[in-house]
């Protein structure tokens, strides 16, 4: 990789990170700490985002590799967050909630795998002639 897409990484993880901060933050003050509320939404958002880029700047703008670093490996690399999905799962598991905790796994896994795939279904539609 050269030094343009080493620093196109960089640039987009800081961007997707404030990003992640500020999504995840409102969602928390707009639906309580009682769930991973702000967790799921940048993962859904993030996942649903990262069908229809991939759509949008592979297949139709055949975008450089630098501009394909910058928004799908830096930007939604750090927007979404499997570690922090992570963390808090096993903190419900240790507080003795696992009704939350198989929430969590089930809800965030099912429908972020759909928010990818509607992203590629919208991306085709939008985006092939």
Known sequence: MTAWGWFAVASGGALGAMARFFVSHHAYQWLGRDFAWGTLAVNVIGSFIMGFVAILLVDKLEASPEVRAFVMVGFLGAFTTFSTF?????????????????????????TCLFAVWLGLLLGRQLLTP
Do not use: D, P, R
């Not at 808090?88 to 969590?104: D, I, S, W």
């Open 86 to 110: 992570s963390f808090e799962t096993v903190q419900y598991l240790q507080l003795g909630e696992f009704m939350k905790a198989a929430m969590n796994i089930a809800v965030s896994v099912l």
